[in-house]
């Protein structure tokens, strides 16, 4: 893909981020997008969130589980990168009226106290590297229409990221097993589903050396006080005006999250 | 519990589980035959049953809460969980070979086992007096094995078959009640080598200790205890996955350690 197409299509994601509203799956228009040029969308996109003064502040990992790996057809995770603009904060309700099409997602969440760099890390690298893990809830959002993404799609479009908020439990991942560790999600007060850490590519610490391993190949940063969302262990969960969810992590804690107001579509 | 069977008709349906039990073997679910037939006939049946093994000089050493997970439920298309009986002959030690010619169609799921040190008594038996009377709990697998055609029952004839009860293997690591969180636990079932299916406890009716006082109340009903020193497997935290001779299956928990078993 031509570097005029790569910022053309960035810009556009940038554009319907801010105006909240979709545009058509990109892989419609471009039918030879390769994942490599995906990536240089979503950095162009990314670039443009900085340049309005936004810093990056972590990385998100995607499609962690087989049952989403088959349906997109693809055999690995995918990446996206925090900004400052998506930090949201534990017992302040998240106003949809500044998503799109937004789904809450349960998972684990790592804060670095070490850079990492790859290639060649592995999950004890990445343990040694870890500050602390937290519960945390994703709330994924897709610029294009109808969450009609294909692999290209979302990984342009910043791997769907919307906001996130951190639990406030800090746990070391010496002192929990974080692959057997269960997941129970709530919503509305009920038992929405439950989970556990090996969904995520067989422990989320596996997920975020994958991530690491990518990070080094393609020569972006991955730095000491980084969080990382290391993939979803429950299903997707649709949200509206008044839910509350809760999700816990077995030997670790608690993120509660509740939402206010309407999302665009 | 309301009845619509005679005394002879519960005596005939006995015998005629038991036959497919033993002899592992297929029969018609047993509405069928008797449409009418309420969940209190399949008890009525299930206790004939249990005579019967005690007969045979079998010792009875705890019982089995199942369907108490929604995934199971949907799976089974029943709304209610439904109780069986383990008997000394169903169990099997980790790490042994399980033989799959004198089953139907035999299934495993990983439940969390209590052993009791109490006798608990319903009506209005709760989580705190399940938790107050458990000596310890422990992982399990549980190996069902609906004798009905196709895995395919309602919630009376199931009952009648004693909860698809089959064999149970205990093992893993023994843990007090105070020392763990009974309701996030972890747990994974992988199928020779491969994650097949995985959950946590609260999947079970949000506590697996509920599903403890569920039976316990189910038993009132029947106007019986849970007598002290009983193993009661509370239910699969995940689906049931189907296995074959030549499989091996190991079931991995959260701060509970991992039981083993094959299949020939």
């Known amino acids: ?265 | 519990m309301n009845l619509t069977l005679n005394q002879a008709d519960i005596l005939r349906l006995a015998a005629h589980v038991e036959a497919a039990q033993l002899g592992a073997h297929a029969i018609p679910k047993l509405t069928d035959e008797f449409p009418a037939m309420t969940i209190g006939d399949g008890y009525a049946v299930q206790s004939e049953l249990r005579r019967r093994w005690v007969a045979r000089g079998e010792r009875i050493v705890g019982w089995k809460a199942g369907l108490t997970s929604k995934a199971k439920m949907l799976q089974m298309g029943v709304s209610v969980p439904s109780i069986g009986f383990l008997a000394s002959d169903m169990a099997r030690p980790e790490n042994s070979v399980i033989r799959t010619d004198d089953l139907v169609h035999p299934r495993v799921e990983c439940e969390i086992a209590f052993v009791t040190s109490e006798a608990l008594r319903g009506p209005g038996c709760d989580r705190d007096q399940v938790l107050a009377a458990t000596d310890y709990v422990l992982p399990a697998i549980e190996i069902i094995d609906s004798r009905f055609s196709g895995f395919k029952f309602d919630l009376p004839s199931v009952i009648a078959d004693n909860g698809s009860s089959a064999r149970f293997v205990g093992g893993g690591r023994p843990r007090r009640v105070t020392d763990i969180d009974l309701r996030t636990l972890g747990a994974v079932l992988e199928k020779n080598g491969e994650m097949v299916t995985m959950g946590a406890s609260a999947a079970v009716l949000g506590h697996p200790a509920d599903a403890v006082a569920m039976l316990v109340n189910i038993l009132a009903e029947l106007d019986e205890e849970l007598p002290a020193g009983s193993f009661v497997m509370s239910g699969g935290i995940t689906e049931a996955i189907p296995v074959k001779a030549g499989d091996c299956v190991i079931a991995r928990f959260q701060e509970l350690g991992s039981v083993s078993i094959r299949f020939s």
Not at chain 1, 205 to 210: G, I
Not at chain 1, 255 to 264: I, L, M
Request: hydrophobic letters at 40%.
């Open chain 1, 1 to 265: 893909m031509k570097p005029e197409d790569i910022e053309r299509y960035g810009d556009e994601l940038y554009e319907a981020l801010l105006a909240r509203r979709t545009v058509a799956p990109l892989l419609e228009r471009e039918p030879d997008i390769t994942l490599d040029d995906a990536y240089r969308i979503q950095s162009r996109m990314v670039a443009r969130r900085v340049a309005a003064g936004e810093t990056i502040v972590g990385k998100k990992i995607g499609v962690t589980s087989k049952p989403v790996q088959d349906f997109l057809g693809v055999f690995q995770p995918d990446f996206g990168q925090l900004t400052s603009g998506m930090v949201c904060r534990e017992g302040e309700p998240i106003d949809l009226g500044r998503l799109i099409q937004p789904k809450a997602e349960a998972e684990l969440a790592f804060v670095l106290k070490r850079d990492l760099v790859g290639p060649g890390i592995t999950a004890m690298d990445v343990i040694h590297a870890t500050d602390y893990v937290l519960p945390c809830f994703e709330i994924v959002d897709s610029r294009i229409t109808d969450w009609k993404i294909k692999i290209q799609d979302t990984v342009a479009d910043n791997a769907s990221c919307g906001v996130f908020v951190l639990g406030q439990t800090k746990g070391d991942p010496k002192d929990f097993d974080m692959s057997l560790a269960g997941m129970v999600l709530e919503k509305n007060g009920e038992l929405f589903s439950t989970s556990v850490g090996a969904a995520v590519q067989g422990s989320p610490v596996n997920a975020v050396a994958w991530l690491a391993n990518t990070l080094g190949v393609l020569g972006i940063p991955f730095k000491a006080g980084e969080i990382i969302l290391s993939g979803s262990q429950s299903a997707l969960v649709p949200v509206v005006d008044g839910d509350e969810l809760v999700c816990t992590i077995g030997g670790l804690g608690s993120c509660r999250v509740s939402f206010r107001g309407r999302s665009a579509v």
